[in-house]
């Protein structure tokens, strides 16, 4: 598996987003779907990432800049094929070490508190994101799970 730099606008991609974003309205209401769309995630801010084996996309995930020193998480999505082989994490960690690479000190995300997210908080607290306030310009929702991680 590779996990490299990418772009939001690969067919494929656009594809496994739309999919993204069709759960994220399925499971939350609209005001709690905080997902980003492909021009925004093409945006200079992003840090954008998939993970392929021998070309197929198996998952993307991005890394918004929110200010010099912190960093927010968007994005995160494996392709149902790909579930239960360590994509995601390969893909965090990859992140991770980005917003390092990029002197970011805290990198923090939101997720939805229903079931359908249990995976996403298992993965998130295994590499040890702990519970927080909302940050940046989200409010308290009890649709939203507000996580963080200070980096070393």
Request: charged share 25%; net charge negative.
């Amino acid at each position: 598996m590779d996990v490299l730099f990418d772009d939001p606008r690969r067919d494929d991609v656009v594809a496994l987003l739309a999919d993204h974003l069709a759960d994220m309205h399925a499971t939350s209401p609209p005001e709690s779907v905080h997902a980003l769309d492909v021009d925004a995630l093409a945006d200079p801010s992003v840090t954008f990432l998939t993970a392929r084996d021998t070309g197929v996309l198996l998952g993307c995930g991005a890394l918004k800049r929110l200010s010099a020193d912190h960093g927010e998480l968007k994005a995160m999505r494996t392709s149902d094929a790909a579930r239960g082989r360590g994509v995601a994490s390969a893909i965090l960690v990859r992140l991770l070490a980005e917003a390092r690479s990029r002197g970011v000190r805290r990198v923090s995300l939101e997720t939805g508190t229903q079931d359908f997210f249990a995976a996403a908080h298992r993965l998130y607290l295994r590499h040890g994101f702990v519970d927080c306030e909302p940050f940046g310009d989200y409010a308290l929702d009890p649709n939203s799970r507000y996580m963080t991680l200070a980096l070393d």
